[in-house]
């Protein structure tokens, strides 16, 4: 809902949870992507796709949904762009490590 209402920053969130609670469900890795791309965290976003690409790729609930197959096909075009654009322009697509903040 919070892609829908334009806080993408509030889905990623949202849907960082979700994945912690169901990581094997392909949707909850595709909308991240969705909210990691629209907050121009492309490194977050090719990452996210892999992982929604790898868990698409074991039979679940979504083999019956029609739009799958175009997502599946959306992905991994998208990730063919963005690993070209990394050569292309010598940016790095390696996950960020998350700080640990200090204790004092």
Do not use: C, M
Request: aromatic share 6%; charged share 20%; proline share 5%.
């Amino acid at each position: 809902a919070a892609l829908v209402l334009g806080r993408p920053a509030d889905a990623a969130e949202s849907l960082n949870f979700a994945i912690t609670a169901e990581p094997t469900w392909p949707l909850h890795h595709w909308n991240l992507a969705v909210a990691l791309q629209q907050l121009g965290d492309t490194s977050g976003q090719y990452h996210a796709l892999r992982r929604f690409l790898a868990t698409s790729a074991t039979p679940t609930g979504l083999a019956a949904d029609l739009d799958q197959p175009a997502r599946i096909a959306h992905a991994t075009h998208t990730l063919a762009l963005l690993e070209r654009s990394s050569r292309l322009y010598g940016t790095s697509l390696a996950k960020r490590r998350r700080s640990r903040k200090r204790e004092v």
